[in-house]
């Protein structure tokens, strides 16, 4: 078999081993499956083990030592502050913004500019094994449906919203829309486009997106609140993220983010916020009667939110969680360190920071989360969050995947040969890097940014 073969999986069979986490915490392994796709890259079956006198001549197998993994879900990715990746972190949030983030996010009123990064972007994402992604564009309704037309170009399952921010409070004069109607009618315009997009057939999605309240006012938010029971468009904010934004929610508003939220018509099935670390019990009740998600961003709340995002206690509510790498607030783009981190972040809550407080008084005691569930939060989870059929080998999902190659000399993973079952699974998750990615497929076709299609 030569490497060409793999480009279009379509209609095809394909004998692999590798892994998939469908349930929280439950991890499958598969050795010599067989794997059938129709002609849209729509799995129709599944059979877990080959029949020692199973035909499988016209089907497709992966190279020796290869594992195939669901493509990895980025439930909250600031796509123009790609330009500022790993810069621009020695200040607290509302100060970053005025003085880095705007301004950055002001220059694509360029398009070229905007084009430049947005393909960047989505090349190295995909490079990366993020094959779905929920995306902040800026204000600019040209810039966004650009970034529309490169996902659906590149091949990334792409969520894009318009940035919605009209308070003149709060934005600057050079980086805001007009007015409350230009928000909307901007809004409404870039829905039309994607869904208008020829070829598009599920993989590019408009998201309706206030950057969070304290950008946006309440003829703003109501507006919005209206064209989602109009259109049924997924929805993205951010969500009680730092000790600044969640205090001034509770000042202008009287009450919560989320509850604000819910007021304005915004918090219902298909809509993800970002962060969440000062939730309340009752907030995420809310959250969970009405079918909303969060995007953990355990990087970027690092520098930013001032606290630790109860994970634990969120999953134990059935609240939809997946990873968001929160591009730039989080130094990188990667869903692999992401989610090690959010093992990380997960440990310090449980056990406590503090070495001058009793170890029995330093931490909640909320209990941690391991790689099963991380490498679940990373593929199926974030899908869950956001309603699409990715995330799993199961029928009726579409093929989003990644091939991985531990042997590559150039990589970072070695294998021993005590890393068998759930080990290798877990030696892969802490030690990936991009040289181990071989391929990856949207719905069946290698994509551009993969590195050995």
């Known amino acids: 078999m030569t490497l060409p073969d793999l480009a279009d999986l379509r209609g095809r069979r394909i004998v692999f081993s590798g892994y998939h986490a469908p349930r929280l915490g439950e991890i499958e392994a598969f050795h010599d499956a067989v794997l059938s796709l129709d002609e849209n890259g729509v799995i129709t079956s599944v059979e877990p083990k ?6 499988t001549e016209d089907a497709i197998r992966l190279p020796e030592g290869w594992l ?3 493509g990895l879900v980025d439930l909250h990715v600031h796509a123009p502050q790609y330009a500022q990746l790993g810069t621009a972190l020695d200040v607290p949030l509302e100060d970053w913004l005025q003085s880095y983030t705007f301004p950055l996010e002001a220059r694509f009123s360029d398009l070229a500019y905007a084009e430049e990064v947005y393909s960047a972007l989505i090349d190295d994402m995909l490079a990366l094994g993020t094959t779905t992604a929920l995306h902040f564009a800026t204000v600019h309704v040209p810039a966004t449906k650009r970034l529309a037309e490169i996902c659906l170009e590149k091949g990334q399952r792409a969520l894009i919203g318009k940035v919605a921010m009209d308070d003149p409070t709060q934005c600057p004069a050079y980086y805001r829309d007009a007015s409350p109607e230009a928000a909307v009618d901007g809004t409404r315009a870039v829905i039309d486009h994607i869904r208008a997009l020829p070829g598009n057939d599920g993989l590019v999605w408009p998201v309706i997106t206030p950057r969070f309240i304290p950008s946006c006012t309440d003829t703003c938010l109501e507006g919005l609140g209206q064209l989602a029971a109009k259109t049924g468009a997924h929805i993205q904010s951010h969500i009680s993220e730092s000790d600044w934004q969640h205090g001034y929610v509770q000042d202008r508003c009287g009450c919560s983010d989320a509850e604000a939220f ?8 298909k809509a993800v916020f970002a962060h969440g670390t000062h939730l309340s019990e009752s907030d995420m009740d809310l959250m969970v009667t009405r079918g909303a998600g969060v995007a953990h961003c355990p990087l970027s709340n690092a520098y930013f939110a001032g606290a630790v995002f109860p994970l634990r206690r969120a999953l134990e509510k059935g609240l939809r969680v997946g ?9 990188s783009g990667s869903i692999w360190e992401t989610a090690r981190m959010g093992i990380a972040a997960a440990r310090l809550r449980e056990s406590g920071t503090d070495a001058a407080t009793p170890p029995e008084a330093r931490g909640t005691s909320e209990r941690r989360i391991d790689f099963r569930e991380a490498f679940h939060l990373a593929t199926r989870g974030g899908a869950e969050a956001l309603d699409l059929p990715v995330g ?23 294998l021993w040969p005590e890393n068998q079952g759930d080990l290798r699974l877990e030696k892969l998750l802490y030690t990936v890097s991009k040289p181990n990615i071989a391929t990856v497929w949207t719905d069946a076709q290698a994509r551009s940014g993969s590195t050995r299609a």
Do not use: K, Q
């Open 50 to 55: 080959r029949a020692p006198d199973g035909n």
């Open 392 to 414: 799993a080998f199961e029928p009726g999902m579409r093929f989003d995947a990644v091939a991985l190659d531990p042997t590559c000399p150039a990589g970072t993973v070695r």
């Open 68 to 70: 195939l993994i669901p």
């Open 262 to 269: 819910e007021r304005f018509g915004l918090m219902r099935d």
């Open 323 to 331: 990873f968001g790498s929160d591009i730039s607030g989080g130094p």
